[in-house]
Nanobody
Framework: QVQLMESGGDSVQAGGSLRLSCEAS????????FAWFRQAPGAERDWVAT???????SHADFVKGRFTIAKGNSKNTFTLQMNSLKLEDTAMYYC?????????????????WGQGTQVTVSS
């Protein structure tokens, strides 16, 4: 079992930056893939980025060049650095983890989820 807890969500002006963190606890296998998803009110949950156990990362096209997923300084954390934030980045951001992720974009591939952290971007 893996528990995930997000932090770092805040209100920020367009063009600003935020760093989200996700701390994992429990049985942390090196095979785990970690991901960030986001969900705006009334919208579906969208995949943002994934980092695999070997450090390979991938990002959704709408955040490429602006957001970066990375392993954190401590063993069981990973982060999402968000730069050049836009109004449309406003959403609840969730971290997720999965042991056998075949399709990174599919939320159903990830077994473990955090409670979410709110990011609000204003003009």
């Amino acid at each position: 079992q893996v528990q995930l807890m997000e932090s770092g969500g805040d209100s920020v002006q367009a063009g600003g930056s935020l760093r989200l963190s996700c701390e994992a606890s429990g049985y942390i296998s090196t095979r785990l893939s970690f991901a960030w998803f986001r969900q705006a009110p009334g919208a579906e949950r969208d995949w943002v980025a994934t980092i695999d156990g070997d450090g390979t990362s991938s990002h959704a096209d709408f955040v490429k060049g602006r957001f970066t997923i990375a392993k954190g300084n401590s063993k069981n954390t990973f982060t999402l650095q968000m730069n050049s934030l836009k109004l449309e980045d406003t959403a609840m951001y969730y971290c997720a983890a999965g042991r056998y992720v075949a399709d990174r974009l599919r939320a159903s591939e990830y077994e473990y989820w955090g409670q979410g952290t709110q990011v609000t971007v204003s003009s």
